[in-house]
């Protein structure tokens, strides 16, 4: 729900209707992009949440982990016993596990600010690869942002025709980095998949954006979307918050070179990871954010492992 401020917004708002009404925007692909409105904070926290993976059955609650070795690699031989959740500080018993190697629908979020006219070249081929990583069944839709974001391709499961598009995307700009965000997982419902995931391509900074952070990472809170990002040269704080909290993870490179191998390793991920489910206990049908902790029994002796998964999400309201 947007809460409108003053009757300036209020006339900002209606002439926006106006003119979605009489063509709106049009995206690369030709077809209708829905642009960030103009700020206003999003209520998310005390409105009623759209059903997601997390939350769709009041009882049982679904939690995507990945595991990754030392060298990064997915880990996909433990079983039930192999893990701890904790829903709140009180531990669970898990009642549903399985390990998922589904077909995914992926948003790739693409920066062409004008930060990125010396990496482009690099971080489009990174896109290519990725693409050519897919499995049968993978859908895709890309974003791309300077100044403002926009949508380059709506979700279709033709790679080749995303890799047209990105061949056409030149840099320049400013960064609206939240905005993209913005876009992007809310054109993510459109996605046929159970299976959703973020591809984000940046330098981590953001110059221009309606949105803020603490926005964005509300919004991640409550959509069933894991977020991989790739930060290039610089480290990105603000990708690895975004991206933790979605159960996603957020890599850097050094070195453009460096990007084909994180790329790789970006796709594995994406496409294998256990689900663990339970029934939590001691909690009711509030409504509210819970905080979900999971914990690895390693074998003594065996490699540290890495985990990733979503830190929580909002309970039905009954």
Request: a neutral charge; glycine letters at 6%.
């Amino acid at each position: 729900m947007i809460y409108l401020r003053d009757s300036r917004r209020l006339f900002f708002l209606v002439c926006g209707a106006f003119y979605m009404s009489f063509g709106g925007f049009t995206d690369v692909c030709g077809q209708e992009d829905v642009s960030p409105p103009m700020r206003n904070a999003p209520h998310l926290s005390g409105s009623r949440r759209a059903p997601s993976r997390l939350r769709s059955d009041v009882q049982l609650v679904l939690i995507p982990v990945a595991v990754t070795d030392p060298l990064e690699r997915p880990v996909l031989d433990l079983k039930r016993q192999s893990f701890r959740v904790f829903d709140d500080g009180l531990e669970q018993k898990i009642s549903a596990f399985s390990i998922e190697e589904a077909a995914v629908s992926v948003g790739m979020v693409f920066d062409a600010s004008n930060s990125m006219r010396r990496k482009i070249d690099d971080s489009r081929e990174a896109l290519n690869q990725f693409l050519r990583l897919s499995t049968p069944g993978d859908e895709f839709s890309l974003w791309k942002f300077s100044d403002r974001p926009q949508t380059v391709c709506p979700f279709t499961t033709n790679a080749e025709q995303v890799e047209e598009n990105l061949a056409l995307i030149r840099s320049g700009g400013w960064t609206s980095l939240f905005d993209a965000l913005y876009l992007a997982l809310s054109q993510m419902k459109r996605a046929t998949h159970g299976t959703k995931a973020l591809f984000v391509l940046s330098d981590g900074g953001d110059n221009n954006s309606r949105y803020s952070e603490g926005e964005i990472r509300n919004m991640v809170r409550e959509a069933d979307v894991r977020i991989f990002s790739i930060s290039i040269l610089d480290r990105s704080p603000v990708l690895e918050r975004i991206s933790d909290d979605s159960g996603g993870r957020a890599y850097r490179v050094h070195k453009l070179d460096e990007l084909p191998e994180i790329v790789a390793k970006l796709s594995q991920e994406m496409h294998s990871h256990y689900v663990l489910g339970y029934v939590p206990t001691g909690r009711q049908s509030d409504g509210k954010y819970h905080k979900v902790v999971v914990r690895l029994v390693n074998p003594p002796g065996g490699p540290h492992l890495h985990l990733a998964w979503r830190r929580g999400y909002y309970a039905a309201l009954h």
